[in-house]
């Protein structure tokens, strides 16, 4: 993975209460945000989509935090049965556990978003209703937010819905799962994108989205 700008990167551990999640933190020199990224549908901290995206926003002088919402064993059970990653609130408590333990470190200081992606997108709307105070703006990439669809009307930060314009049903999904919010939101649909985001310069549409509306709603940045 690129390395932040001028900053540091480092292995770590997020201690949560039953389950250390391993995941990578990388702050560059200056940041001005952080933002916590939330895999879903069996991916993990070392998804080379999210890596991707996650590279651009430090680009842009955003900290960034992926991590595993699940431990190695919970991992193993998912691949034989595909069962956890649809637990959302195993990974709505993960999320918000991680959001608490980033507080007590000193890039809890810094203004906080959430990327989400497939099921990881109904945690981070959920981890965001439950901490309105840490949580800034959030992005979900081909995100199940309606899965969470008992926390939307309680979510405050501002939400960027991004979907595949090939990706049918998750549109309709995130067209029916919009009208619960009372936050702030905008749906943008990357012409001939798939779920995964695998066309010819989908993901990079999809990492030009999320900064900006990270760096809006986070640090102000393009606000008049």
Do not use: C, Y
Request: hydrophobic residues 45%; neutral net charge; glycine residues 14%.
């Amino acid at each position: 993975m690129e390395g932040p700008p001028g900053g540091v990167e480092q292995e770590l551990r997020v201690e949560l209460p039953g389950a250390a999640l391993p995941g990578t933190l990388a702050v560059p020199a200056g940041a001005r945000g952080l933002v916590v990224f939330a895999h879903g549908s069996g991916s993990g901290r070392l998804s080379p989509r999210n890596r991707a995206v996650a590279a651009f926003l430090r680009q842009g002088g955003l900290g960034t935090l992926l991590f595993d919402l699940l431990t190695a064993e919970e991992q193993e059970e998912d691949r034989r049965t595909a069962r956890l990653r649809f637990d959302i609130p195993l990974l709505a408590e993960r999320l918000t556990g991680t959001l608490d333990w980033l507080a007590g470190r000193p890039e809890g200081g810094l203004p906080t978003g959430l990327f989400g992606a497939s099921t990881g997108a109904a945690a981070a709307v959920a981890a965001a209703a439950r901490r309105p105070e840490r949580v800034g703006a959030v992005v979900s990439r081909g995100g199940r937010v309606d899965l969470a669809l008992r926390e939307l009307p309680e979510v405050r930060a501002p939400v960027l819905l991004i979907v595949g314009g090939r990706d049918a049903v998750v549109l309709e999904l995130n067209r029916a799962a919009a009208r619960h919010l009372q936050a702030p939101w905008e749906l943008a649909v990357v012409p001939g994108a798939g779920h995964l985001f695998e066309e010819p310069g989908a993901l990079e549409e999809v990492a030009r989205l999320a900064r900006p509306w990270f760096l809006r709603h986070l640090v102000g940045e393009g606000v008049q």
